[in-house]
């Protein structure tokens, strides 16, 4: 069991009630928005050169998810830099396409908002155009809060000031703050604000560390 999720269930008993919910949105809720997997498959559905495809991503993405360009901006500098035999459209609808929600997590998630009365935030790293599609296609509106998105506010994890803009927009103090990521690294980060981490790594152990948990 990874040590991010040991310390977590050892601090949790000192910890404050817990008010308020961060949760990340790809590996929590849904699916990766735009992950190696689904990029793997784009590139054998649509013949495309692998390495090429994969350089000019790893060198455009994170300028795309921090909000400085736009998706077509995206799609330009990484596939329709020539011509292809498909369109645009064709492109971003297999895009989209690659997102399933995690039901259970939704559902579990509605539930503790529910019987809590928690607020819930997504904070996460989505490009504008991905994130909105997801949120909409999947109804995150009907139970979160506010979205703390890093194309929507400029910064990206692991920068600590993504969580500072989540926590100014929730006027709640960090201990009261539970934050669900898969990624322990950012758990680690948010950590260092005061924001009690749970590492999640599937459905069952976070529903087992819930359990330990002082909700309001």
Not at 65 to 84: A, M, S
Not at 141 to 159: A, G, L, T
Not at 200 to 211: A, Q, W
């Amino acid at each position: 069991m990874p040590s991010a999720f040991c310390s977590f269930t050892v601090i949790i008993v000192m910890a404050k009630t817990i008010t308020t919910i961060f949760t990340d949105l790809g590996g929590v809720l849904l699916t990766n928005g735009w992950s190696r997997t689904s990029r793997a498959e784009a590139i054998q559905f649509f013949g495309l050169d692998a390495e090429d495809t994969e350089e000019r991503h790893h060198l455009t993405f994170d300028t795309y998810e921090v909000g400085k360009i736009t998706l077509d901006d995206y799609l330009n500098r990484v596939i329709f830099f020539k011509d292809r035999s498909f369109t645009r459209e064709d492109f971003r609808a297999f895009m989209y396409s690659r997102t399933q929600p995690y039901d259970d997590m939704i559902a579990l998630v509605k539930q503790l908002k529910a019987q809590h009365k928690l607020r819930i935030a997504v904070v996460s790293n989505e490009g504008r155009e991905l994130a909105e599609y997801r949120i909409r296609q999947f109804k995150l509106h009907d139970f979160v809060d506010f979205f703390i998105v890093s194309s929507f506010v400029h910064f990206r994890k692991p920068d600590v000031d993504i969580f500072k803009v989540a926590l100014d927009t929730a006027q709640v103090d960090p201990s009261e703050v539970l934050y669900l990521e898969d990624r322990p690294m950012f758990v680690q980060v948010a950590e260092t604000l005061g924001i009690k981490g749970l590492h999640h790594i599937d459905y069952m152990s976070t529903v087992e560390v819930l359990k330990q948990i002082n909700f309001s």
